[in-house]
């Protein structure tokens, strides 16, 4: 059992000190188990068990393997304990969107200083500063190709289309069509850009 978390601990600082792909392979494999249990056991809202699995991998990724320090305890538990705290915190935030919605009446449409409408559309996309910061900086390839090196399949392709100016229904449309035994609906592309800002808040600042 020691050597074991001897030899996570040592995947854990490839991928933290040289970004190490294969030891985070490895890491993913090393906690395939919990992974399964967790994505089966929570229920977040408007996810699918795939969508909770990329929600426990972003957590992996970005904070767990930043976070860890082994002379505090072992990996596993650790992993677990803020996959399972991730996890928590975004129920509750669905929980308390419902809410809102249930307690708010919003207007389709609000207006500016002058009596300039807005549309509901920008209102929502009002919200995305983080992937503007990609397109904007569409230039630069280094900073592209961190972020979308970072990205699944599904990730990558909703985030591209929807940099092209694609609708969620149409985004929907046309990844349904590489996910056969899959439904992708509205609010499967809004989970995935979701994803798609916490990973670039996560890696623009370094980059």
């Given at each position: 059992m020691?050597?074991?978390?001897?030899?996570?601990?040592?995947?854990?600082?490839q991928?933290?000190?040289?970004d190490?792909?294969?030891?985070f392979i490895?890491?993913?494999?090393?906690l395939?188990?919990?992974?399964?249990?967790?994505?089966?056991?929570y229920?977040?809202?408007?996810?699918?068990?795939?969508?909770?699995?990329?929600?426990?991998?972003c957590?992996?990724?970005?904070?767990?393997?930043?976070?860890?320090d082994?002379?505090?305890?072992?990996?596993?538990?650790?992993?677990?304990?803020?996959?399972?705290?991730?996890?928590?915190?975004?129920?509750?935030?669905?929980?308390?969107?419902?809410?809102?919605?249930?307690?708010?009446?919003?207007s389709?449409?609000?207006?500016?200083?002058?009596?300039?409408e807005?549309?509901?559309?920008e209102?929502?996309?009002?919200?995305i500063?983080?992937?503007?910061?990609?397109?904007?900086?569409?230039?630069?390839?280094?900073?592209?190709?961190?972020?979308?090196?970072?990205?699944t399949?599904?990730?990558?392709q909703t985030l591209?289309?929807?940099?092209e100016?694609?609708?969620y229904?149409?985004?929907?449309k046309?990844?349904?069509?590489?996910?056969?035994?899959?439904k992708?609906?509205?609010?499967?592309?809004?989970?995935?850009?979701?994803?798609?800002?916490?990973?670039?808040?996560?890696?623009?600042?370094?980059?």
């Amino acid at each position: 059992m020691e050597e074991q978390n001897q030899e996570v601990i040592k995947w854990v600082f490839q991928v933290r000190e040289n970004d190490c792909e294969q030891s985070f392979i490895k890491i993913k494999k090393y906690l395939s188990t919990q992974l399964s249990f967790l994505k089966m056991k929570y229920r977040i809202a408007g996810y699918d068990v795939d969508e909770i699995e990329q929600e426990c991998l972003c957590v992996l990724r970005f904070d767990i393997i930043k976070d860890f320090d082994p002379k505090k305890g072992n990996f596993l538990s650790f992993a677990i304990l803020c996959m399972k705290r991730h996890l928590f915190t975004a129920i509750k935030a669905t929980q308390q969107q419902k809410r809102r919605v249930l307690n708010e009446s919003i207007s389709l449409n609000q207006e500016r200083v002058g009596g300039e409408e807005v549309s509901l559309s920008e209102l929502m996309t009002s919200g995305i500063s983080t992937l503007d910061i990609v397109e904007q900086k569409d230039s630069n390839e280094v900073i592209r190709k961190t972020i979308f090196n970072s990205l699944t399949k599904l990730e990558k392709q909703t985030l591209e289309l929807h940099l092209e100016g694609y609708t969620y229904e149409d985004i929907a449309k046309i990844v349904q069509k590489n996910y056969i035994n899959k439904k992708i609906s509205g609010k499967t592309i809004d989970n995935a850009l979701l994803r798609c800002r916490q990973k670039c808040k996560k890696l623009i600042p370094i980059v």
